[in-house]
């Protein structure tokens, strides 16, 4: 691929042309507000002359009710040899491009398993899709020259290609992705009209739950309106879990001990199902799940200690496959947690602690 085409320079379309100008593809950007494209190619992704003649790829990274109809408008206009989307819903434009009149055979879905609750080219970075998976939902219409360029787009970004059928995929996401979404946004509300006694205490467990709460609502009303119902079944499933959670939480309040230990064991049978799932959740670059061992490091809230952590670490001859940092409530200090393979734990602890660092156990 020599040329391509961005349209959409937010956070996805942005990041994926940084990577593709990052190796050596001509990437023309484009955007309704025009301050979104002048930002990325500032940010080296491209530039935001139009192409002359037809690009090899076109990328649409638009918000998914938006996808079809600019596709459509691309192919009229002979934009590129190729058409793929990265929005993270699959079925419904697909259908609606074929409703348009659009050309079926050029264009693929796609869908880059990788993002953040932040939108905008100013959260991009280059290596956002590096070891994810990326969704093609190619159908035997699919042109060969259009699935191998945007099997190619995939590999420029360093993520790891998976074939699903457009609507399997959008059952899979409902389930991994959009009730997530919500779940943390439904946990999130219920801080907006707490105590303020009760969020000063707010530690890094309902910080991890309630990251996405963070995100964009137009982008997730646009996602979660083209996925509705494989959205409402996966809620309707936990519903149940939760009425039956619910009931055994009641039980343990009972004066009879017979109920207050099938309380228990209904409670001891949600956290161990949690288990089970989430020891099913793959690791880093897809890989299956590892057990690391965390080293947690004192830092204070100063520019450079994390470098410094890391470089002290590198020095050590240690590869940190991981990190968290926890910000302490109203103080100029907090704590890195190192996630590293369990072998090295005792030689960064030790190589660690010789450079001065205070290791918490
Ligand atoms: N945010 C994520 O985590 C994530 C991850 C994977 C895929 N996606 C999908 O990627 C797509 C883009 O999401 P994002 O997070 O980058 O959103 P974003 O809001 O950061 O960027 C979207 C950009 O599209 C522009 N835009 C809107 N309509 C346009 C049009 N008609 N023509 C040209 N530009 C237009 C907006 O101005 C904006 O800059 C969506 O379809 C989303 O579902 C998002
Ligand atoms: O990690 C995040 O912040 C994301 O929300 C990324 C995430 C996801 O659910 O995994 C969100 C939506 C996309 O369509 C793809 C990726």
Request: net charge negative; with cysteine.
């Amino acid at each position: 691929m020599r040329t391509a085409l961005v349209i959409g320079t937010g956070l996805i379309g942005t990041s994926l042309a940084l990577a593709l100008s990052g190796r050596g593809v001509r990437v023309h950007l484009a955007d309704t507000d025009p301050d979104r494209s002048r930002t990325a190619a500032a940010l080296g992704a491209g530039t935001e002359e139009q192409p002359e003649g037809r690009v090899d790829l076109a990328v649409i990274a638009v918000p998914p009710a938006l996808i079809a109809p600019t596709v459509a408008g691309l192919q009229r206009r002979g934009a590129a040899r190729a058409y793929a989307d990265v929005g993270s819903v699959k079925g419904g434009p697909r259908r609606e491009l074929a409703g348009l009149g659009g050309d079926t055979a050029s264009y693929l879905g796609s869908h880059p398993m990788a993002g953040r609750e932040r939108s905008g080219p100013l959260a991009a970075t280059a290596d956002l899709f590096e070891g994810r998976p990326w969704v093609l939902t190619p159908t035997p219409d699919t042109e060969t020259e259009v699935l191998n360029l945007v099997l190619e787009l995939v590999a420029l970004c360093r993520a790891v290609p998976v074939v699903m059928d457009a609507d399997a995929h959008d059952r899979a996401v409902a389930l991994v992705s959009h009730a997530p979404q919500l779940l943390s946004s439904l946990l999130a509300a219920r801080l907006g009209t707490a105590d303020e006694s009760a969020v000063r205490l707010c530690g890094q467990g309902v910080r991890d739950v309630t990251r996405l709460a963070a995100s964009e609502p137009r982008m997730w009303l646009d996602i979660l309106a083209a996925n509705p119902g494989p959205v409402a079944d996966v809620l309707a499933e936990l519903a149940a879990d939760l009425e039956e959670t619910i009931r055994s939480l009641r039980a343990l309040e009972a004066a009879d001990e017979a109920k207050r230990e099938g309380g228990a064991a209904g409670i001891e049978a949600v956290l161990r199902r949690g288990n089970a799932g989430r020891e099913r959740v793959p690791g880093k670059h897809g890989a299956a799940p590892a057990a690391y061992e965390t080293v947690a490091v004192l830092i204070t809230d100063q520019p450079g200690e994390l470098a410094r952590i890391f470089a002290d670490a590198g020095r050590a001859g240690v590869n940190i496959e991981d990190v968290r940092i926890e910000h302490a409530t109203g103080q100029q200090a907090g704590l890195v947690q190192l996630m590293v393979e369990p072998v090295s734990a005792p030689v960064l602890i030790a190589s660690l602690r010789e450079r001065g660092w205070s290791i918490r156990q």
